[in-house]
């Protein structure tokens, strides 16, 4: 365990800004593998932090944190507010029923209010991709996406990522990564931005993803992406390490895609008998919000030793601060993190 | 305005039908007077062309706007418009007012509407938009997806001779789609239709054009299935002709990267296999004419995310330099560039233009092949610069433009 405590003078990553040199966190597809652990790495001493019974920090003492999500959230939400929160920002949110988006206000200039009330970070959901990094372009703050319509929703990925090694370690593993691990993803990857964050995210720490849905809703081409496709769930849970489910996204859906949930969960559903093919201890996540039943089982979903979706949500608020503590860092000019034009070493 | 007093060119390269020669081209009364080695007559305006090529004005088919500056800057001296105006284009009154609009230094070709509003399903009133100048009838951004719509429109426009042209899409397989179906559109997480789509339009159409005898003209088409259609229909002798825009025989889908609306077009880019399809049916001649399908759009169209983006590109100013890339490329040679540009689009309007040849209207660009630009996004003269080209180096600029003989 003690190769995986974060320490500033590991060699696992430079020192400093260039540990993680990007102003925004728009998407894993950004990230570099060091940097991906590097933040997984600076959301452990978070994990430990939510654990205690006072939470508080006051790193972001002072700074000011929009919320805008301009499709709606809870859980996600709720995970970024507590997280900013916890580090001492003034955490405010601010729902798309609520602004003037409604009356025919454009993003740009939505983004440019929000830019003018000088926040120190802006964290954004919405429905349409690439709209997140269009709003980044025009702000002087760091930006986190936190999913934009079905491109990505990197924290999530990276959360997936901390929720599985935490699993993982608490198993003997030692490993950083996830090499030689293999992980089936199973569900509506077509409209799903965790898909697509966790395929980049766990494909660069090395595991073998393999993606299982019926064909309307696998999406053309993403083999390109390093992973291998199933449509037959039995083939794609044989031997599998990790099964992480997906829920259908009928609100983005056009058209018919599944002829009912009965069917889907016939062909799709995780079952306790479904799980047996996978590997024998083989951990199960699920991103939420999970629809018992359809994509999973109760049974399947409240395993206490093999699922670990109540973990994935606990990590997503160390995960959060981790974000929010690290984008921040310039601005608060942390001693390495200061000098904005070239990253310096310390 | 009227050419005053006549005009020779002399010293240039002449771009003929069939070859480039050395020589001059005499211009009175608005038409080409002589061409090749021709003298000045006595009074004449001479203007000498230092080895440049002469060549004819560009006629530009199926654009969006009348964007004259830009047309202008492009060597364009005509366009055949695209009924998807506001208002449509589907009455009378408004194909004479708009064919009226350009002149006297830019000549506007209207294209019909080929429903009423463009509704795909009510055919307008053909017949008389034909009377008040109309050159062809559009179903304009849309596929008509009723195929019985399609066929009685197709008769109609058979029994006027009329072409159609048509926008080929299988609005059920594209929906609301801003992107090919492929890896790049699928690591952006857009929503993404099969390029499949288009062969199954441009395969009813065909069909279609074939029962009824019409003359049919796909506007763009930009994937190898379809493309294979348009040269088997070509070869068992159909009048079916293609086009298409430089976007797609110049960028692939890779272009989305970003989230770039410049490059959100209709139909969207295509994989790499498809824009080398394209640039192989300009070569073979399947494709018939290269047409700029300028669209400008300001920033609220544009600064949008991808998907919510309009579609279109301006287009006009960079058409000449991009169809040039295929002639250093060895794609095709010079002649056939401008037939490409001008010819061809010219003799699909059944106009009298769009050749240096004796008894055509003066419509006459100076174009200096090799004159190295930068495309500028934010220095253009378009109504908008939304250019996926925004940034490429390039060459071949037009350095004078005659209209009717009189210099624009």
Redesign the interface.
């Known amino acids: 365990m003690t190769s995986t405590q974060h320490s500033p003078h590991s060699n696992r990553y430079p020192a400093g800004r260039m540990a993680f040199p990007h102003r925004d966190l728009l998407g894993i ?1 950004q990230l570099e593998r060091h940097e991906i652990l590097y933040l997984l790495d600076e959301a452990e001493q978070w994990v430990t932090l939510n654990r205690q019974p006072s939470k508080h920090n006051d790193a972001l003492a002072g700074m000011t944190i929009i919320n805008a999500f301009f499709e709606n959230s809870t859980r996600t939400l709720l995970s970024f507010e507590i997280a900013g929160k916890r580090l001492g920002a003034d955490v405010v949110n601010m729902h798309a029923a609520q602004s003037s988006v409604k009356k025919g206000e ?3 200039d939505t983004a440019i209010t929000l830019n003018a009330m000088h926040p120190d970070a802006i964290v954004i959901r ?1 429905a ?4 997140v ?2 709003i980044a372009d025009k702000v002087d703050c760091p930006v986190i996406n936190a999913g ?5 929703h990197p924290t999530q990925g990276l959360l997936d990522a901390l929720a599985l090694r935490h699993a993982l370690r608490q198993r003997g593993a030692a490993g950083d990564d996830f090499t030689g691990l293999t992980i089936t993803i199973c569900g509506d990857i077509l409209h799903s ?1 965790v898909a ?1 964050s966790n395929v980049l995210c766990l494909t660069a720490l090395g595991a073998n993803v393999r993606l299982c849905a019926p064909p309307a809703l696998m ?4 083999a ?2 390093g992973v291998t496709t199933f449509t037959n769930f039995d083939a794609a849970l044989d031997g599998a390490d990790v099964v992480m489910m997906l829920r259908l996204q009928t609100e983005r859906m ?2 018919q895609f599944i002829p009912s949930p009965r069917e889907y969960h016939h062909l799709y559903g995780l079952t306790k008998r479904r799980l047996a093919q996978a590997a024998p201890d083989a951990l199960v996540m699920h991103p939420g919000p999970m629809n018992r039943g359809v994509e999973i089982d109760s049974d399947v979903a409240d395993m206490l030793d093999r699922s670990i979706i109540t973990r994935q949500v606990e990590m997503g608020v160390a995960i959060r601060m981790a974000a929010l503590d690290v984008l921040t860092r310039t601005a608060r000019g942390v001693p390495g993190w200061a000098n904005k034009g070239e990253g310096q070493w310390v | 305005m009227k050419q005053r007093r006549p005009l020779t060119i002399i010293n240039g390269r002449l771009v003929l039908a069939d070859r480039v020669e050395r020589g001059a081209v005499r211009i009175a009364d608005g038409m080409i007077a002589d061409v090749g080695d021709v003298t000045p007559v006595n009074g004449d305006e001479v203007m000498d062309a230092r080895g440049q090529l002469i060549a004819p004005g560009l006629v530009d088919f199926g654009v969006f706007a009348v964007d004259k500056p830009a047309f202008h800057f492009g060597g364009i001296t005509r366009a055949a418009l695209m009924p998807d105006q506001s208002p449509v284009l589907d009455v009378p009154s408004r194909v004479r007012y708009v064919a009226q609009s350009g002149k006297p230094d830019f000549w506007v070709h209207p294209l019909a509407a080929a429903t009423k509003g463009l509704d795909g399903t009510n055919l307008a009133e053909i017949g008389l938009m034909r009377e008040a100048g109309a050159r062809g009838i559009s179903t304009g951004r849309q596929w008509i997806g009723d195929s019985g719509t399609m066929l009685r429109l197709l008769q109609y426009a058979a029994m006027l001779d009329l072409v159609v042209v048509c926008h080929a899409e299988d609005a059920g397989l594209t ?2 789609a801003a992107a090919t ?12 239709a ?1 390029a499949e789509a288009e062969a199954l339009a441009v395969a009813r159409d065909i069909a279609l054009a074939e029962l009824t005898g019409a003359r049919v003209h796909f506007r763009q088409v930009t994937t190898a299935a379809a493309l294979d259609l348009v040269r088997a229909a070509k070869a068992r002798g159909w009048g079916v002709t293609a086009g298409v825009t430089p976007a797609h025989f110049m960028l692939s889908d890779l272009a989305l990267a ?2 770039r609306t410049f490059a959100r077009l209709s139909p969207p880019l295509r994989q790499e296999s498809d824009r080398e399809a394209v640039r192989a049916a300009i070569a073979d001649g399947t494709i018939d004419l290269i047409a700029s399908g300028h669209d400008p759009r300001g ?2 169209d544009k ?6 983006a309009a579609p279109g590109m301006a287009g006009a100013e960079t058409l000449l330099a991009m169809v040039l890339t295929l002639v250093r490329d060895e794609v095709i040679d010079l002649p056939r560039a401008f037939d490409l540009v001008s010819g061809a689009p010219a003799r699909l309007l059944d106009v009298v233009a769009g050749e240096i040849a004796t008894g055509m209207e003066a419509d006459v660009a100076l174009v200096d092949p090799d004159k190295p630009w930068i495309i500028d996004s934010r220095e253009m003269e378009a109504s908008a610069g939304n250019t996926p080209f925004d940034g490429q180096p390039t060459q071949g600029r037009v350095t004078a433009l005659w209209k009717g003989g009189v210099l624009v």
Do not use: K, N, Q
């Open positions: 597809g454009t993003l740009i919405h349409s991709s690439g709209a990094a269009l934009d319509g079905s491109h990505e931005r697509r999406p053309h081409g993403i390109g992406m056009e058209g | 929906g609301s179906a492929g890896e790049m559109a699928t690591r952006l997480g857009l929503s993404a099969p970003d989230f920033p609220e600064r949008l995310p991808f998907a919510d």
